[in-house]
């Protein structure tokens, strides 16, 4: 699955700081086709992102009926993105089987 949108970056307090983009209602309709063969547990889904020209590997989480996307700092600082702005993502599903332990696997 290939998804592309754009969100405004926030930040959610928890255990860390930490930034998120919230999946559109209609991307996560998409992501819960695949989400069953994806899923490794508490609903997380493995997905590869991208934002201009860096990609990395995470997992969506459950919030609020939909998925929100973490943003790592990594990803921020080389994209020059802060909080409030409005981020454009490409996103690919990655079921577990495909990925490497640690988060390792390849890239888009």
């Known amino acids: 699955m290939d998804l592309e949108f754009s969100a405004e970056l926030f930040e959610w ?3 860390a700081p930490y930034y998120w983009l919230t999946v559109p209602s209609d991307g996560c309709d998409s992501i819960r086709v695949e989400a069953a ?3 490794y547990g508490w609903g997380a889904v493995p997905v590869r992102a991208r934002i201009g020209e ?3 590997e995470t997992s969506l989480l459950p919030r ?4 929100v996307l973490p943003v790592k700092d990594a990803v921020r ?3 020059g993105v802060v909080e409030g702005d409005t981020v454009t993502v490409g996103l690919t599903v990655a079921p577990r089987g495909g990925r490497q332990a640690g988060g390792t696997g390849p890239t888009c």
């Open 13 to 15: 307090r928890g255990p």
């Open 37 to 39: 063969a994806a899923s």
């Open 54 to 56: 860096t990609t990395w």
């Open 64 to 67: 609020n009926s939909g998925y």
């Open 77 to 79: 600082k080389a994209e």
